[in-house]
């Protein structure tokens, strides 16, 4: 594994997911808890060395019209209606002014939504990615985040899944970028920062 070397100034912390309606469910292998620390430890690194802090979340209209509505196997479904503040960011985030929030309708934190133009205006070419789930909204924002070019690094200790996570980390990221722990991301930060 080569050393982890994060430019401040082009990275982007982009945290998907970590709202109150997705926070409350199991995770596998780390607990929501862990990720959402974890998270917040990279955040907080991040935020001290000068990178942008991305927060993005998902929500539907209250008709669900906006919902995808392809034929599947297996639909995701609520069981019951969301309530009003499924979709809000957690407060955990210590959310600021100058993070950017993105709103998206889907799995993946690109379609439909103006991230890759507010991370190109700022010229940020790298993407760490935390969030819930691995399987689901992280790596389908991974695949979009390769595609559009960007360097990307994995958190692998802030996000988890509901099943597929350990074949996201084995199979899927490694080819996509670099799988680092927590303590990996917020001492290339650092290092960074103190320089």
């Known amino acids: 594994m080569s050393e982890l070397n994060l430019d401040p100034k082009a990275t982007a912390i982009v945290i998907i997911d970590l709202q109150k309606g997705i926070a409350q469910m199991p995770g596998n292998p780390h607990s929501a808890q862990e990720v959402i620390a974890n998270s917040v430890r990279i955040l907080d690194a991040a935020r001290a060395a000068g990178a942008q802090p991305v927060l993005v979340h998902v929500a539907f209209s209250p008709d ?3 919902v995808l509505k392809m034929p599947v ?8 209606p969301p309530q009003p503040d499924w979709s809000d960011l957690l407060p955990d985030l210590k959310q600021q002014p100058n993070d950017i929030v993105i709103l998206k309708r889907q799995w993946g934190a690109f379609y439909g939504t ?9 010229g940020l070419k790298t993407i760490v990615l ?3 789930a691995t399987e689901f909204g992280v790596e389908s924002t991974a695949r979009d ?3 559009h070019g960007y360097e990307l690094v994995f958190a692998e200790d802030a996000m988890t899944g509901r099943n597929g996570h350990a074949n996201s980390i084995a199979n899927i990221f490694p080819r996509l970028g670099r799988v680092r722990s927590t303590e990996d991301i917020v001492a290339a930060l650092g ?3 103190a320089a």
């Open 130 to 132: 935390c969030g819930i």
């Open 145 to 147: 985040a390769y595609e």
């Open 64 to 66: 669900f019209g906006d």
């Open 114 to 122: 103006a991230l890759d133009l507010q991370l190109r205006r700022r």
């Open 191 to 193: 290092a960074k920062s």
């Open 73 to 80: 196997d297996e639909p995701m479904r609520f069981t019951t």
